[in-house]
């Protein structure tokens, strides 16, 4: 007789029966789970034959073996999400598409030689099989599906820079190529050229003083935060102080320009001496706006907080003086 790929169990009449395919669950009924290219000799024909997988059902002799001969794209992101065409033959009463153990989100028959399917989320090197009422396609080299990870970032060089930005460095990690963003916290880089899938060079933008992380982003995903990724920005720095003037009693509204501010209301700290500065509203880390407290009448170097980061005196630039 001829060569039947069988799905789980058989009900037969008699006769000699041989079958070749996908084994897992000992689908193929000759003593064993593994897989096989080749005809094997199916044993104890005569009724129903119980395979390990469980379950009986009727296979029609001669029902055609699905065959997956292409996989486009063949790889995708760990998510998930890929649209998938899958071709082959015998393809036109699929009813279920796997990539590797796990089934996919989605999928439409196009024709007998052509499936379209959406990839789940998984990881590594899977094989696409597509299972029909007869059996369940052989894998094999071509229908092959790659998982491909999201960038991962081991190391930052150097690791600190001016809060003003300009700042050379070079990122390394894993899964880099075909960046399409880099990131200094929420801030994107000024600019980034990337050297291989282990290392790129991006220039710092302006930032807030302190430590923030850096990001990549791929077709494939976002790096995941972590202590190897982080930036420091140096401290804050007053550039100018518009105007540089005012009364003892206080209250003058006062323009401050620099770099590593921390833009928002209350979120940076001015301090004429000891006493600080009220209303205070950054617009960004290179300007913010405040109101001048009571002082003597004198100069003194005005100070800029962010966090526990204080500005390096700076004269005259950082100079106040009260009349």
Known sequence: MGYYAIHQSITLSGGSVEAWGYNPDGQLGNGSNLNSAVPAAISGLGGVVRIAGGGAHSLSLGAPLPTVTAVAPSFGPQQGGTRVTISGVNLGEVNGVRFGADAASAFTIDSATSISATSPAGSGVVDVTVTTPASTSFPGAADRFSYIPPPAIAKVTPKKGPAAGGTSVTIGGTSLAGATAVSFGAIPALSFTVNSATSISAVAPAGTAG??????????????????????YELPAITSLTPNVGLVAGGTTVTATGSGFAPGFGATAFKFGKALATSVTCESTASCTFTTPAGKPGTLDVGAIVGKLKSAEAPPADLFTYE
């Open 211 to 232: 430590p923030v992380d850096l990001s990549v982003t791929t077709p494939y995903g976002t790096s995941a935060i972590a202590t190897s990724d982080i930036f420091k």
